[in-house]
């Protein structure tokens, strides 16, 4: 694809290939994003990051991508602090703050509003997630993830098994996840969820239609056995009518260190796009498995940061410059990456 001003909306605009220069142009951010140097390629460039739903990594990342890269960045954070309260379209919101903005990352809950707003925007616009639809930008992240862990122990995307764990009809995270592995072979997916929180039909037919193999299943523990990657999810309280409905589902499939002791294999990577939901009734990745070095959240978060600035940079046009604007950082920064 030609990234050069173009949306980030779905990960089904991208090939294989573009995947790969993404993450090619990940790799080569790691000096910034780990704070050795400092780059002023995006000097005076504004980034409009519009946030109508809760957040912590999401927002935080693409804002501290945007600032890695030398540009700056504006907030609007739920729709009390936006003129949509007071009856807006999308439309107009997008027509005025394209006009103060270079690029503009977006979260809203309803699936398709981020494809609208782009519509009208006169500027680049990303996903920040749709409702239950999409969430591209984690997608991404998440097979960067995925393509490094794999790598350290020899193993590739290509002929991956993993389990995806919890809520998959809701799970924006998933859906895109699994969108982009049909652009790779051989993938072994098992789909663990409540039957009423299953993956939608749509998205198995795409994985089973690229020669995928899928299985579908209620049980964890049997389901966690011969995978290379336990991908857990929360219960997307959010999308229920309430918080009785979601509590139907929550703890249903917990994975803490004894069950994963007992059934995965040595060096099955555990990852979860997070939050996970650390309440007692919840806990589907317990914290009794954060000092286990097969724990993948964390390295996923901080790889969040590394595809943010590569999707700025090749979509603002300024990947062959990003060396030239560049010099060491001032202060003491070992021991953090
Ligand atoms: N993974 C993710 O989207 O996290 P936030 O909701 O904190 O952005």
Known sequence: MQFAGSHILSVQQFERGDVERIFSVADRMAPYAHRRRITKVLDGAILGSMFFEPSTRTRVSFGSAFNLLGGEVRETTGF???AIAKGESLYDTARVLSGYSDVIVMRHPAEGSVREFAA?????VMNGGDGSNEHPSQALLDLYTIQSEMAASG???DQLRIAMVGDLRYGRTVHSL?????LFSGVQVVLVSPRELRMPAEIVEALCNTGHQVLESDALEESIAHVDIVYSTRIQEERFSSQEEADLYRGRFRLNQSIYTHNCEPNTVIMH????DSRDHARELDD???DNPNLAI???TDNGVLVRMALFALILDVVKQV???ARDVNWYTAGRF
């Open 155 to 157: 193993r590739s995307i």
């Open 298 to 300: 964390f390295r996923q």
């Open 323 to 325: 060396d030239a604007h």
């Open 120 to 124: 009208a925007s006169r500027v680049p």
């Open 178 to 182: 699994c969108k982009l592995l049909c």
């Open 288 to 290: 009794d498995l954060n």
């Open 80 to 82: 009390e602090n936006s």
């Open 273 to 276: 796009p997070l939050p996970r």
